[in-house]
């Protein structure tokens, strides 16, 4: 057969392999699976046929327990059924898990690896949800990059048919589920050739059938239960042999080598590492680096894990290896250990000439983990030998932690890294993903991409991590050497430090409205002194105005992406990549007209020709290094908490990394203080609103509209008036009640994300409105920065004047939730600002989660805040599925609370 090759990310693999096999799909999103279950349905909504000759019958259920049942069910009445979850949604499952593996049904679960929310909800990956369904009697299944997801996803499928287990696969949420590789695609041939249509039969006929009745899922006594589970036994001795007799076939077919454990490193290693998932493509790497400097370092990587064969183990264990570190990508609290660790340390137990066995943790949450750590963990392996370590962190509390060595490059030569730093929807991912895409189905280059999110809907910083170079990339960490970094908004030149790994030689590329003259003005001496010390080459374009000028609006992706082939013509000459971003553009496109596919052709072209080279003046090398500020407040009156302080601004630097045990004393449960989303002052707005207070006609509907709760109208006394900054312009308010007043209208300029809703509400005086929206430096220079400084923290808020039952009267009321990270123009949160004007001193809040949980919650940040009196909405989330009766539980403890005082009241009336 021929090889065929497709750029995809881990959910895309995954979806392909299970859809072959697939009859029934059940389904409930959860992120970071929902991909898997979204390429299902669309395929079957196209008809694309599985290996039995049908598309895939996809039934989206409630929730992920209604999935489970529904798989259940299917399994039952004789359909091959998959689903596909992550997180709590498996844990949802589990109840499920148990049926189906006591009743041997051959289903399978497709699982991109994710954090369980604990202290805090996380959307990133690590192992703690499939470690806590390894007791169901699934079988599991661990693969470690996009390609072993190709190979072996359908291992699970071929096994689970011919063993009559059910089978877990996973692997990394976000590092393997959506990151984008290069892959050689499997074809269903193979597949068709493997599936054991015997098997196939055997369930079919075992179904549930009124024609053949049976009873099922009885209730047993003490007598038969236990005899009832172990004479399952021999069907989980079976697997490990019928799993590797699929990966050795799997193996011929790819020419890669898989096994139930695989062996990479020295022969006669003598440090060895035990691991699973996408850390051991690092690992792999590191040990090349660390084996021809010198060292006799090797890793076992675990593809079955469940059940766990000390036979296929010791098939491929060196027996020169004196120490094993087995690493653990999950935390199970009160435990001796964590559970590969205590797997392989119970299968030498007894033998003779044992190694000493230690064990660690690392990357919870998708916290990278990079040579340099694997160096760590072989560096204690072969010295102090500390167990139950982590790695990655600094834990000065309870002092588990490695010290790391200097940053390494383990990276061949030829393989190019780009950063591309944007803004939460400005569309810069989505451009890279296109960018990887074009690459690697066009070029023999291989090509990797990944993509660092904060936790904000909109206006966050996003970070995307190219690879490009002429071999399969194991790369699963983040860019560290760029030889390119792109830029899609200036304000983030004094927030992150964004060039200090940029190559010698290298290019950046900044996105402004400003001129080169005014681009050196505002460039902070750090940076120009980077540029000069790498011999950078700087370029900067106005990709902004060239969007609104073509008609795409604030969507500057497809000009920088094309900006940045031009400054790349080494992975592929620009013509070819001009004519391939065209044709994409016109598949994607083409649908909506050719107006809109003429427009982007217009941007793709624009992108090179707009570049601006920015000259680099050698004599910056010289300049005094200024630190990168940090997110903070710009007000000058109000203390800055500690929370904000030691917790809220590294992380909203992107620093949070760095940040020791420690500082999280105090806040072990997670919580955050109110209103720390006043601190952050992100100015991501490149066109921010302008009071024009001559056509005012004091409606406060643009307050009532405002989704970030960033415009609002004042009642200054004359005393507050006579304090404030210079150039306060105010009007007679209009209406009863307000004499001796001042009206103003105050926009917080470094909060607004530029939406417009306010101007587009604004009814204004005789056609001409009040409100305009005008680049935000202009703003900032008028001082409206201070004013809204002084506006919002020092004029007290009169809602007492007039009936807050009002349009007008409840926009003079304080809002208790602002400046969050929902989308620009958001419309759903200008409801809670208005809630909490009513209501907002007497709230307590059950939380679904959903994007009103990110943008309400996402940590270190909350917009919930409090008034003067230190009253404020109490806020908390559970889960999606249980909101309901979480709230339901606070309103039962509120009611217990207030009858017990209302009791004590009563007996203590004398």
């Known amino acids: 057969m021929a090889k065929k090759f497709q750029s995809m990310d881990g959910n895309q693999a995954a979806a392909y392999c299970s859809y072959a096999f697939t009859e029934v799909a059940g389904i409930y999103p959860i992120t970071p699976s929902s991909p898997m279950a979204e390429y299902v349905d669309l395929w079957s909504s196209q008809g694309k046929k599985n290996l039995f000759g049908a598309p895939v019958r996809v039934v989206e259920m409630q929730s992920e327990a209604g999935a489970a049942g529904s798989v259940h069910g299917s399994l039952q009445a004789g359909a091959l059924t998959t689903t596909f979850t992550a997180s709590q949604g498996l844990l949802l499952k589990v109840p499920n898990m148990y049926k189906i593996a006591g009743e041997l049904l051959p289903g399978v679960i497709h699982v991109a690896a994710r954090s369980i929310a604990a202290q805090a909800l996380s959307i990133y990956g690590d192992h703690q949800d499939v470690m806590a369904a390894r007791q169901t009697g699934f079988a599991m299944m661990s693969t470690g990059s996009v390609q072993e997801v190709m190979d072996l996803a359908g291992v699970a499928h071929l096994a689970a048919v011919e063993s009559r287990i059910p089978f877990l696969h996973f692997f990394d949420g976000f590092r393997t589920s959506h990151e984008i590789q290069k892959v050689e695609v499997m074809d269903y041939e193979v597949f068709d050739q493997l599936l054991d249509k015997e098997a196939v039969k055997s369930f079919r006929d075992n179904a549930m059938n009124p024609n053949q009745p049976v009873t099922r899922g009885s209730a047993q006594n003490d007598d038969v239960y236990f005899q009832t589970r172990e004479v399952q036994n021999k069907f989980y001795d079976a697997i490990p042999d019928i799993a590797a007799k699929y990966m050795k076939q799997i193996s011929e077919v790819t020419g890669r080598n898989y096994a139930p454990f695989v062996y990479y490193g020295a022969e006669d290693a003598t440090d060895l590492v035990v691991a699973m998932g996408s850390v051991t493509e690092t690992i792999e790497e590191t040990i090349d680096y660390l084996n021809a400097n010198g060292r006799k370092v090797g890793l076992i990587t675990v593809h079955l894990y469940r059940p766990f064969s000390s036979e296929y183990f010791f098939n491929v264990f060196p027996d020169t290896v004196e120490r094993i570190a087995v690493l653990d990508r999950t935390k199970e609290p009160g435990s001796t250990g964590e559970p590969l660790y205590l797997d392989v340390k119970s299968i030498f137990y007894g033998r003779e000439n044992a190694p000493k066995i230690i064990g660690g943790r690392y990357g919870l949450s998708s916290k990278d983990t990079t040579p340099a750590q694997v160096v760590a963990v072989y560096d204690n392996l072969a010295n102090e030998q500390k167990n139950n370590f982590t790695v990655g962190i600094k834990d000065d509390v309870t002092h588990l932690s490695l010290d790391l060595p200097e940053n390494i490059n383990v990276l061949p030569d030829d393989v190019t890294e780009a950063i591309f730093y944007g803004l939460g929807s400005d569309g810069t991912v989505g451009a890279n993903k296109n960018t990887i895409k074009i690459i690697g189905d066009n070029t023999d280059s291989y090509a990797q991409a990944y993509f660092a999110y904060d936790s904000k809907k909109s206006g966050g910083v996003t970070r995307s991590h190219l690879r490009f170079g002429k071999d399969p990339i194991r790369s699963t960490y983040l860019c560290s050497n760029p030889r390119f970094v792109s830029c899609s908004t200036d304000s983030y030149l004094h927030k992150y430090d964004m060039i200090s790994g940029l190559q010698d030689g290298g290019t950046f590329l900044l996105n402004t409205i400003q001129s080169p003259e005014e681009v ?22 106005d990709a902004i105005s060239l969007a609104q000028e073509i008609g795409l609006g604030r969507r500057t992706n497809t000009i920088l992406q094309s900006a940045f ?4 013509e080494q992975i592929m000459p620009f013509a070819e990549a001009q004519d391939l971003m065209k044709t994409y553009a016109k598949k994607l496109y083409g649908r909506k007209g050719d107006a809109i596919v003429e427009m982007n052709y217009q941007a793709i072209d624009a992108g090179a020709d707009k570049l601006v080279e920015v000259e680099v003046d050698p004599d910056w090398a010289n300049l005094e290094p200024t630190k990168v500020k940090e997110v903070s407040s710009s007000f000058t009156n109000k203390e800055v908490p500690e929370f904000v302080e030691n917790i809220a601004n590294p992380i909203n630097a992107i620093k949070g990394d760095d940040i020791p045990v420690s500082a999280f004393v105090g806040y072990e449960d997670g919580t955050m203080i109110n209103g720390t989303t006043e601190f952050e002052k992100r100015g991501v707005a490149n066109f921010v609103p302008e009071w024009i207070e001559d056509n005012c006609i004091q409606c406060n509907q643009c307050a009532y509209v405002c989704p970030h709760a960033v415009i609002r109208p004042f009642l200054m006394t004359d005393e507050e008036l006579e304090n404030a900054p210079e150039d306060t312009i105010s009007l007679k308010p209009l209406g009863r009640g307000f004499d001796g007043l001042h009206y103003r209208i105050q926009v917080s300029t470094l909060d607004c994300t530029g939406c417009e809703l306010c101007v587009n509400v604004c009814p204004g005086k005789r056609g001409n409105k009040a409100l305009a929206m005008a680049p935000i430096g202009d703003e900032i220079e008028k001082g409206e920065v201070t004013r809204a400084d002084y506006l919002f923290n ?25 400046f969050h990270g929902a989308c620009a123009g958001c419309g759903e949160t200008p409801y809670i600002t208005l809630a909490t004007q009513l209501f907002g001193d007497s709230m307590m809040i059950a939380n679904a989660t959903g994007c009103s949980s990110i943008y309400g919650g996402s940590y270190p940040a909350t917009p919930y805040t409090m008034n003067a009196e230190g009253n404020g909405p109490a806020w908390a989330n559970s889960l999606f599925e249980d909101n309901a009766e979480f709230g339901f539980g606070m309103r039962i403890a509120s009611e217990t609370l207030r009858s017990r005082i209302e009791l004590l009241m009563e007996e203590n009336m004398d």
């Open 520 to 541: 050196i003005e505002m460039l902070p001496n750090t940076m120009k002194r980077q540029l000069a010390e790498k011999n950078a080459k700087f370029y900067i374009i």
């Open 565 to 568: 082939f031009k400054l790349n």
């Open 794 to 818: 020092n004029v007290t808020y009169k809602d007492s004047l007039m009936n807050k039952n009002t349009v007008k009267g409840s926009q003079f009321a304080q809002p208790l939730f602002e």
